[in-house]
């Protein structure tokens, strides 16, 4: 049986432009409906009516696309997503794209059958890294409501729930500067994506705009594919005179702490760590990290609601971005003032 998608690849068009052809949408041009049209009964296309029915009709049902589900930011947000669904009587499915753009694309082809109502899509490395969108903006193409949380693309307009990472970053820098610190490294596990040039920039700024820092910036990119423990490790030991660090991902803060601690460096006094996020992680650290927290939870939260309220039209026509403010916690491993 032909479906949409076949002619959709044989013509070298969008699904969506096809669909759009066949019900003579002003956006498509005649050329293009002519072609489609043809096609469509040389292969004798015939309409899945039950997944026009699903469409037309409520699923009450959410798609939400992750990249990584072992990382705790994202398992603490789909938590969140989770349980204010059902307070909405709203179902959720789950797909991970284990940052795979291929496997994003799957998803999305799963769910387009009428399954779903919307989207809550935080992309994945490789869609970031590639700028490939064409996936993206056909969901949007199809009217199907889609939000994106945390990683977004910022050429696709659509609503986005995300935190401000660049002032989050900026902030705790400024903050370790205020202690008296005279060299301040950042840890980078996240090159290539949004969330870390954002991070890494606000580091750089603070450093750079400040008048009692003599100290160029200084980043260490550290990639998924090393032996972590191993990399930092060797960071501190070649730079000895380190007095602070802060680390843009959750787990960083608690691999320095622990090769400071080796060290023999007492902690604030000789050296400040701050890293990000990790509530699920802090309870094993002694002493306790200070973290900037992003508010996964309230992330979650905001991002269903407004996705829910695009399905039930309870929102303007005009699109959103939500941004989440983030707080710096003390606890132990800074000098609270």
Request: net charge positive; glycine share 4%.
């Amino acid at each position: 049986m032909v479906t949409l998608k076949d002619l959709a690849k044989e013509l070298n068009v969008s699904v969506s432009t096809v669909s759009k052809a066949l019900n003579n949408s002003y956006e498509i041009s005649e050329n293009t409906i002519a072609k489609v049209k043809n096609l469509a009964k040389k292969y004798n296309y015939k309409p899945n009516k039950a997944a026009l029915s699903l469409k037309k009709s409520k699923t009450k049902t959410i798609g939400v696309i992750i990249p990584n589900i072992l990382n705790p930011f994202f398992a603490r947000s789909l938590h969140s997503i989770e349980k204010e669904a059902s307070k909405h009587d709203y179902s959720v499915i789950t797909c991970i794209s284990n940052e795979t753009i291929k496997k994003e694309k799957k998803s999305i082809e799963l769910l387009t059958d009428g399954s779903v109502d919307g989207f809550l899509i935080s992309v994945s490395e490789e869609t970031q890294m590639t700028n490939e969108t064409a996936h993206l903006k056909e969901v949007l193409d199809s009217d199907i409501p889609m939000v994106m949380y945390d990683r977004f693309v910022k050429s696709i307009d659509c609503d986005k729930v995300i935190i401000d990472d660049y002032k989050a970053v900026f902030n705790a820098t400024n903050y370790l500067i205020s202690e008296g610190r005279k060299k301040i490294i950042l840890l980078d596990s996240l090159t290539g994506l949004n969330v870390g040039k954002l991070r890494v920039d606000g580091y750089k700024h603070a450093i750079v705009e400040s008048k009692l820092y003599k100290q160029k910036p200084i980043v260490f990119e550290i990639s998924n594919e090393e032996d972590v423990d191993i990399s930092v490790e060797r960071i501190i030991k070649k730079n000895k005179d380190i007095d602070a660090i802060i680390a843009i991902d959750n787990t960083l803060g608690v691999v320095a702490l622990n090769i400071i601690k080796k060290e023999n460096k007492k902690i604030p006094e000789d050296i400040s760590i701050i890293g990000f996020s990790g509530k699920n992680i802090i309870v094993f650290t002694n002493p306790k990290l200070t973290t900037i927290s992003q508010h996964t939870e309230e992330i979650g939260r905001k991002a269903l609601e407004l996705l829910i309220n695009r399905i039930e039209k309870k929102e303007a026509s005009q699109l959103k971005t939500i941004t989440i403010d983030t707080t710096l916690i003390h606890r132990q491993t800074t000098k609270y003032k």
